[in-house]
Nanobody, 124 residues
């Protein structure tokens, strides 16, 4: 059983930074491709970033390229999302997701395991 748990959300001013963490229980973390998605009020859930189980391949939404960095530490069973130069439009609940297989997918349906989400609020 895989259970992702997010942490690190909060309130930050525009231009600031936050780092989100996602811990996933179990011995199989290093076999999982992981992703971050977000959902703003009144909007559909959207892809943010994803990283292959080995860390060798990453993918980003155009809206966060150059500002966000996804990484993972398989020894700690943890994935990270470093968010810099935050904008008010980044305000959303951020979800960690996990899937089997090496394909780095931007589609939420590809991910079978989801965390409860962590709120990120960027004030202007």
């Amino acid at each position: 059983q895989v259970q992702p748990v997010e942490s690190g959300g909060g309130l930050v001013q525009a231009g600031g930074s936050l780092r989100l963490s996602c811990a996933a229980s179990g011995r199989t973390f290093s076999s999982l491709t992981m992703g971050w998605f977000r959902q703003a009020p009144g909007k559909e859930r959207e892809f943010v970033a994803a990283i292959r189980w080995s860390g060798s391949i990453t993918s980003y939404a155009d809206s966060v390229k150059g500002r966000f960095t996804i990484s993972r530490d398989n020894a700690r069973n943890t994935m990270y999302l470093q968010m810099n130069s935050l904008k008010p439009e980044d305000t959303a609940v951020y979800y960690c997701a996990a899937k089997w297989g090496g394909e780095v997918s931007m589609t939420s349906d590809a991910y079978g395991y989801w965390g409860q989400g962590t709120q990120v609020t960027v004030s202007s």
